[in-house]
T-cell receptor, first 112, second 113 residues
């Protein structure tokens, strides 16, 4: 059975800190790994990773995939209170026939 | 603006009742999905649809039903057979099943009273 495991499940840091969120996966035929940010309701898309070792960046957020070790990290530098959210990792395989498999999420709280 | 609209935002159901959650998109996406989110759990796939008049069960389809009579609409019915329906329900769409940049709706929080 496909599995996506995120760690930590919750994290509290102070504004300005750098955080690293982890996502490991076991899927039958890996295709893509995605990161989403969920603040209150609708998850919003952050990154999609398909190739190993290529960092994707968007402002203070960056992510990289290691297909050999089957994990991805999401980094957030100079955190702000607006970064407080649940960060979801999801993996797709077999051409998406079964939809995405999501991890449980990391609940990140940024304290002023 | 294009997007996905879920309604209602909050829904209360008495035990034994069927309820239907609405999901409408104007993105011209072929694929649509229903996920359930419980506290401390990831999103779990209930049903998905690739095209009109076709849909497939996800990981937790028992107690749920869907229809896809129009491309824009993918309603989810929570039946009385679903023993623990209290949860947050998210609808999503993508261009097709192989495209993972999902657009999510704002969700419906269903509570059994």
């Amino acid at each position: 059975e496909d599995k996506v495991v995120q760690s930590p499940l919750s994290l509290v840091v102070h504004e300005g800190d750098t955080v690293t969120l982890n996502c490991s996966y076991e899927v039958t035929n890996f295709r893509s790994l995605l990161w989403y940010k969920q603040e209150k309701k609708a998850p919003t898309f952050l990154f999609m990773l398909t190739s190993s070792g290529i960092e994707k960046k968007s402002g203070r957020l960056s992510s990289i995939l290691d297909k050999k070790e089957l994990f991805s990290i999401l980094n957030i530098t100079a955190t702000q209170t607006g970064d407080s959210a649940i960060y979801l990792c999801a993996v797709g395989d077999r051409g998406g026939a079964d939809g995405l498999t999501f991890g449980k999420g990391t609940h990140l709280i940024i304290q002023p | 603006d294009g997007g996905i609209t879920q309604s209602p935002k909050y829904l209360f159901r008495k035990e034994g009742q069927n309820v239907t959650l609405s999901c409408e998109q104007n993105l011209n996406h072929d694929a649509m999905y229903w996920y359930r989110q419980d506290p401390g759990q990831g999103l779990r796939l209930i049903y998905y649809s690739q095209i009109v008049n076709d849909f497939q069960k996800g990981d937790i389809a028992e107690g749920y039903s869907v229809s896809r009579e129009k491309k824009e609409s993918f309603p989810l019915t929570v039946t009385s057979a679903q023993k623990n329906p209290t949860a947050f329900y998210l609808c999503a769409s993508s261009i097709d099943l192989r495209t993972y940049g999902y657009t999510f709706g704002s969700g419906t929080r269903l509570t059994v009273v």
